[in-house]
């Protein structure tokens, strides 16, 4: 027998202090937008709040605090683009901010959004007027809403499938929008900018009401006056394609077509979700669960169900706690589903069985069923920058000045332009590699391909120590140590942040690495290839140089016991950490003189960079460069 759900948590518990913050907010305006017009270089605490709702965050650049003087303050603006669509006006228009108001670069993040970084206050305004005037939004993109909505990003066009999972990624974006007039008047004076007529099967859902999930005579219809509990995470996918890590989401839906591809309704998922504190039991990563089947035609409706109950019951006095997952993780699936479906307003249909999820990257050159091709572009972190050799901005930028091709954002912050006709594809090629950049996957160093991590250090506020900047020396070690262990071919999903809140999704890697104090992490292993189960927390503090004396006897268990072509992460879930853990203990390392352990140093970011390019450029190991400079330092030295 099922429960009935409690009162809401809102009225059982102090709201914390946020609540109250949104609630004085005037739905999302002040004191933002009185504090905008001051002469400052920053916003109180409150105007930060309301400010994430606008799709800004508030920084610090660490690498330039200097004692006794003000924080280096600026801003990271965050792009709403719903299955990661990007026009190519939008791009050019964000390309240019990067260059006049940002650090220079772009960055795309795991939720098919780009962000710009290194923004002053006093520009926020015309950087923001300048998005919304290109096709574009940053409204939403982070604060206690819907954030940015996911969908595969590969553009089928004879799968029909896809096109309906883009397409209802558009449609829930738009059910769940602030509806506050807020960010207009904020950012552009109260002009409204045209866009495309809302589908008008949207606009009805979201009036739409008689069970409970609508608020009344209230600016925000769906959310009222203190909008979400915390963030709330969507995507929508398409049976068998796990290129969104949809068990990570607070609601999932998978697209269910006929045998005539037409569509018939969605699977639904819900409950998954990844911020997390050090040392807080209470907190925690969780995978999503299987809660039903809904018609297409009911849909919406279903969707505002999962919405109006975690906000009315999601946990308003501990923002630690306030995700959907904590919700249905306390209730169990069955209460949880009998809440939704009072909001609905009938019982749901049963959850329709699907094929094994698979991860894909979509890299390289793709037919995309059309007579047309799209292209899958890796970004090194989903940083876009030019740097030595490696001219990456300055060849997108080229091809969309020449081409006018959109580009869809991946939930793995990589690149894919699309709709390419077939005889430009040499131009594109040659741009591509005049720039040093690589069109052929095979070529991409594996550990490389499928490895993510958080920007982190030096302005996200939350990090506790590297993520971006390490990971490319953390790779490089990596394959060193598989390469002298034999396991020169191995690959494996490496994620890394900088903290436990999870923006790299390291929790369902198969070796993931997160923050846990300057310079260590938390390691976690036993997440699946295709990101379909929860890895653990193997060990909570590893320091950064130790990694391959830890890693060996890891990697040493894997190349003797592994079942034929089973992969690391598979292995050490089946094996278990007691069985790795007692293996490591025991473990005596070779005593031949290749395997003695090696001498680490620590070198700037700019040498490793420059290092790295050399290396690169003449085809060889970097060690090797290193001794080969230091041996002829140390002969002039002595000459």
Known sequence: MVKSAPAPLANRHQPSKVEGIKERSNFLREP?????????????????????????????????????????????????????LVPPQLYLALDNLS???????????????????????????????????????????CGDVNRNVMAPPAPFKNRPEYQYAWEYANHIADLLTPQSGAYYEIWLDGEKIITAEENPEVKAARQRNGTGTIIHNNEEPIYGTHYMPRKFKVCVTVPGDNSVDLYSQDLTLVVITNEEGELQGFNV??????????????????????????????????VKAIVATQRDYGDRSDRRHARLKYLIHEWGVDQFRAQIEKYFGKSVAPFKPLPEFKYYDFLGWNEQGDGKLF????????????????????????????????MRLTPHHNIIFYDIEPENKPAIQ??????????????????????????ALPTCGLAITE???????????????????????????????????????????????????????????????DQTRLAQPYIDKLHQNDLESFLEPIFVYFKNFREHQESFGD???RLGFDALREFAATYQPPTTSASKSRHRISIRDEVYAQLKEAAANRNRPMTELVNEALEAYFNNLSS
């Open 571 to 573: 292995f050490c879930h």
């Open 375 to 406: 292209l899958g572009i890796s970004v090194d972190n989903g940083r876009v920058k030019d740097e030595g050799s490696f001219q990456l901005k300055t060849a997108l930028r080229q091809v969309v000045e020449q081409f006018n091709l959109p």
């Open 269 to 302: 998922f819900a409950g998954g979700g990844f911020g997390r504190t050090h040392n807080k039991e209470e907190t925690f990563a969780r995978v999503a669960d299987e809660i039903c089947y809904v018609d297409k035609n009911e849909v919406y409706d279903l």
């Open 467 to 529: 993520s971006e900047r390490i990971i490319p020396s953390i790779l490089d070690r990596l394959r060193t140590l598989l390469d002298k262990l034999g396991l020169q071919n191995e690959k494996f999903v490496v994620r890394m942040t900088g903290c436990p809140n999870g923006c790299a999704r390291p929790y369902m890697a198969e070796l993931g690495f997160v923050g846990s104090a300057p310079e260590s992490y938390q390691i976690w292993l036993g997440g699946s290839p």
């Open 32 to 84: 933002l937008a009185t504090q905008l017009l001051e002469d400052t270089t920053h916003f109180t605490e409150e105007a930060v709040q309301i400010l994430k709702f606008h799709g800004s965050y508030q920084q610090d650049n660490r690498d330039n605090r200097v004692k006794g003087q003000e924080k280096d303050y600026q801003f990271m603006l965050r792009t709403r683009n719903p299955a990661g």
């Open 99 to 141: 260059e006049e108001y940002g650090n220079h670069t772009l960055r795309v993040t795991t939720r098919q959004g780009f962000q710009l970084h290194g923004i002053l206050k006093k520009n926020l305004k015309a950087a923001i007027a300048t998005i919304v005037k290109n096709m574009g939004s940053t409204l939403s993109a």
């Open 430 to 455: 040659e741009i591509l590699h005049n720039c040093g950049i690589l069109d052929d996957p095979s070529t991409i160093e594996p550990l490389v391909r499928h490895a993510m991590a958080c920007p």
